[in-house]
């Protein structure tokens, strides 16, 4: 088990771009989230999924945004049309019951220029 | 509206010594409580949890305090060692998926 894995761990791209990440949670977790973290923040839930259903998200997560977690297993995390404000850490987590002690990936960094 | 509050962005402790840290909260309905670490370039580790029904739990050096009247939290660390230095998220569960987490308190443990 080599925990959560998260891909890329930086991504650079131009204003309007559109950007995807990928999530590969601990494999026997059915549970799944997203998160973002800005500078000098803590971490902001964005959406969750339990195995393949998507069943909470978040008023941060804009239209732009969509997640997915086909047949339960990873998970990816698109922005449509980046702007500087998307730019930020992307932290996907796994867990096997409700909100308790996370595992959380290493990240992905967005910079959007 | 920033319901979980960590008042404190740096502190620095000597090794071998007490750290406390501390958050607050606003949302009475919170139930669950954690303390996550985070090194840079890693993702927040869990470290302890505390149930709202609850005052103390104890987990080798770490323990966490909770003070239900006051919505305060602490986490102790004792001793200090040089490897606790991080960034110290305290973070509330509503009894739902989502957790909300403070800003953090960067932690420096001084040798």
């Known amino acids: 088990d080599t925990g959560v894995s998260q891909d890329p761990r930086h991504k650079i791209t131009k204003r309007g771009q559109n950007v995807t990440f990928r999530c590969d949670p601990i494999s026997e977790h059915n549970r799944l989230y997203w998160y973002r973290q800005t500078l000098g923040q803590g971490p902001e839930f964005l959406t969750y999924f339990q195995n393949e259903a998507q069943l909470e998200k978040s008023r941060l997560l804009s239209d732009r945004f969509s997640a997915e977690r086909p047949k339960g297993s990873f998970s990816t995390l698109e922005i449509q049309r980046t702007e500087q404000g998307d730019s930020a850490m992307y932290l996907c987590a796994s867990s096997t019951y409700r909100a308790g002690g996370y595992t959380f990936g290493s990240g992905t960094r967005l910079t959007v220029v | 509206d920033q319901q979980v509050k960590q008042n404190s962005p740096s502190l620095s402790v000597q090794e071998g010594r007490i750290s406390i840290l501390n958050c607050d909260y606003t949302n009475s309905m919170f139930d669950y409580f954690l303390w996550y670490k985070k090194y840079p370039a890693e993702g927040p580790t869990f470290l302890i949890s505390?149930?709202?029904?609850?005052d103390k739990n104890e987990d080798g050096r770490f323990t966490v305090f909770l003070n239900k009247s006051a919505k305060h939290l602490s986490l102790h660390i004792v001793p200090s060692q040089p490897g606790d230095s991080a960034v110290y998220f305290c973070a509330a569960n509503l009894g739902n998926e989502k957790l909300t987490f403070g800003t953090g308190t960067r932690l420096t443990i001084i040798p």
């Open positions: 505390i149930s709202s029904i609850k």
